[in-house]
């Protein structure tokens, strides 16, 4: 079976969104405090698009709740994990570590 560099990607947004949860379940002040500075910087570049809303919504909603669609496997979650406010949360060692899991990772799926 065939699957897109497209699928690549979205496993490796997964894979980073899991550490992110791991941090925010660690530090939830530390964590919300930078994906909302985040969010309110991009809000004053993209004005209300759907994605800072949604994003919006979970960051200041539950915790269970953004715990939860952070992880989920689903379209939504999916499309909402490419327009992520948690930039700068894991350190660049951490993002390519787990680059280079979900390539070793990519290498040995099935095809």
């Known amino acids: 079976m065939f699957v897109s560099g497209h699928r690549k990607n979205d496993l490796y947004s997964l894979r980073l969104h899991q550490a992110i949860a791991a941090k ?3 530090d939830p002040d530390a964590v ?43 379209e939504y979650a999916t499309a909402l994990r490419q327009a992520t ?4 949360v894991l350190g660049p060692a951490e993002g390519w570590s787990i680059h280079r899991a979900v390539v070793e990772e990519w290498q040995h799926a099935p095809r």
């Open 85 to 88: 406010p948690f930039s700068g």
């Open 24 to 26: 925010l379940r660690a």
């Open 32 to 74: 919300l405090r930078k994906a909302r500075n985040n969010l309110e910087a991009r809000r004053e570049r993209q004005n209300e698009s759907y994605y800072v809303r949604e994003w919006e919504r979970l960051l200041y909603g539950p915790l269970d709740k953004l715990l939860a669609v952070m992880v989920e496997d689903s």
